[in-house]
């Protein structure tokens, strides 16, 4: 476990669902399109920290600053879950909640990766963010794990109705329903990346990814190792394409695709700079893939985000579209069993790779 994390609870992880749960027991929230933190909260210090126990809080003053008058409101620490987005500058100082609908993970990109104090300060201001909070893990000296979700849920609203400011649009509360339909329909108008059903008795159990909370896809995103790049075509620079890949169940890095779309010109730049210092003679796939143009091989270390239109039986991307780099998983757990999808809300499944 990492020494940032220390004692901190490692995030819970919803399962891949196929329908949407009927019944009084299952309530409804909007799927995030941001960077999940565990946020360890009290008046003279803030750790936001990662999937990968990796402290984002340098990067994320305006977060920071809004948990320290938070704990400082409610003269308690801390432990939330919740969801860094990306926002509109405009809307700063909003009192409507953000959603996935205005949260594109690649406006985060900028802000993920910064170790400029400059350039982080100038960006809290022009590119800032929201945590959106939708669970407790402690509150003061008490430990919320064991208890129900409706209690937990219980102790954020009566947090945020304390403690809470309603015209810093830096921390929000989750949007949270019964009616999940009624959530769907909206995600779908909205183009969402999709929504996350919680059963109401259900525990919080850190490090597990358990079936009492489903995630349900509109869209596909998955994440995917850089094992490689191309030489770039005609005017194009740095990088023609990004080679793509995941480790199976024998720990094999298996290839799956390539992308080149999504970046901007200072993106390939950046990618390029990062991946030159990654560069090897031998392929890291299992079976190397051919080419057109000339490939370069990488150590796979590079964790990338991408949308795609399908995963096909072959088990290959189609129509991938590079979002953006993720330090907030660790390359090993990328695994082809991870990207068992369905195109969900048709019943047409694309490929069970479980």
């Given at each position: 476990?990492?020494t940032t994390?220390?004692s901190l609870?490692?995030?819970?992880y919803?399962t891949l669902?196929?329908?949407l749960?009927?019944g009084p027991?299952?309530?409804?929230?909007?799927?995030y399109d941001?960077m999940?933190?565990i946020?360890?909260?009290?008046t003279?210090?803030?750790?936001?920290?990662?999937r990968?126990g990796k402290?984002?809080?340098?990067?994320?003053?305006?977060?920071v600053?809004?948990l320290?008058e938070?704990?400082?409101?409610?003269r308690?620490?801390?432990?939330l879950?919740?969801?860094?987005?990306a926002?509109?500058?405009?809307r700063?100082?909003?009192?409507t909640p953000?959603?996935s609908?205005g949260?594109?993970?690649?406006?985060?990109q900028?802000r993920?990766?910064?170790?400029?104090p400059?350039e982080?300060v100038?960006l809290a201001?022009?590119a800032?963010?929201?945590?959106v909070?939708?669970?407790?893990?402690r509150d003061g000296?008490?430990?919320?794990?064991t208890?129900?979700?409706?209690?937990?849920?219980?102790?954020?609203?009566?947090?945020f109705?304390q403690a809470?400011d309603?015209?810093?649009?830096?921390?929000?509360?989750?949007?949270?329903?019964?009616?999940?339909a009624?959530m769907?329909?909206?995600?779908r108008?909205a183009?969402w990346?999709?929504?996350?059903?919680?059963r109401?008795?259900?525990?919080y159990?850190p490090?597990?990814?358990?079936?009492?909370?489903l995630?349900?896809k509109?869209l596909?995103?998955?994440e995917f190792?850089?094992?490689?790049?191309?030489e770039?075509?005609n005017?194009?620079?740095h990088?023609?394409?990004?080679?793509?890949?995941?480790?199976d169940?024998?720990g094999?890095?298996?290839?799956v695709?390539?992308?080149g779309?999504?970046f901007?010109?200072?993106?390939?730049?950046a990618?390029h700079?990062r991946?030159?210092?990654?560069?090897?003679r031998?392929a890291p796939f299992?079976v190397?893939?051919?080419?057109n143009?000339?490939?370069?091989w990488?150590?796979?270390?590079?964790v990338?985000?991408v949308?795609?239109?399908e995963?096909?039986k072959?088990?290959?991307l189609?129509?991938p579209i590079?979002?953006?780099?993720?330090?907030?998983?660790?390359?090993?757990d990328?695994?082809i069993?991870g990207?068992s999808?369905?195109?969900?809300?048709?019943g047409?499944?694309t490929?069970?790779?479980a």
């Open positions: 476990m990492s994390r220390s609870p490692e995030p819970m919803a669902g196929h329908e749960p009927r027991d299952w309530v409804f929230e909007p799927k941001g999940r933190v946020a360890d909260v009290t003279r210090q803030v750790r936001l920290v990662t990968n402290d984002k809080s340098t990067q994320f003053p305006e977060v600053l809004a320290r938070l704990a400082r409101r409610a308690r620490s801390l432990v879950d919740g969801e860094i987005v926002r509109a500058p405009r700063r100082r909003a009192a953000v959603t609908a949260s594109e993970f690649q406006q985060l900028g993920m990766h910064l170790k400029d400059d982080i100038r201001v022009e800032p963010t929201t945590l909070v939708f669970d407790m893990l000296r008490t430990t919320m794990l208890s129900p979700w409706t209690a937990r849920r219980a102790r954020l609203d009566a947090l109705a809470g309603p015209d810093d649009a830096t921390l929000r509360l989750s949007d949270a329903t019964a009616r999940g009624a769907l329909t909206r995600a108008r183009g990346e999709g929504i996350i059903a919680k109401t008795d259900a525990r159990l490090g597990a990814r358990a079936d009492s909370w995630k349900l509109l596909y995103r998955a190792v850089v094992g490689g790049f191309t770039p075509r005017s194009r620079q990088i023609g394409a990004l080679l793509l890949g995941a480790y169940k024998h094999d890095f298996v290839y695709g390539h992308t779309g999504g901007t010109r200072e993106g390939l730049a990618m700079e991946l030159a210092k990654l560069e090897r031998t299992v190397a893939p051919r080419t143009e000339q490939a370069h990488v150590a796979p270390k590079v990338v985000e949308k795609f239109a995963w096909t072959e088990r290959l189609r129509q590079f979002l953006g780099v993720r330090d907030d998983k660790a390359a090993r990328v695994t069993e990207v999808l369905q195109r969900w809300g048709t047409e499944m490929n069970d790779a």
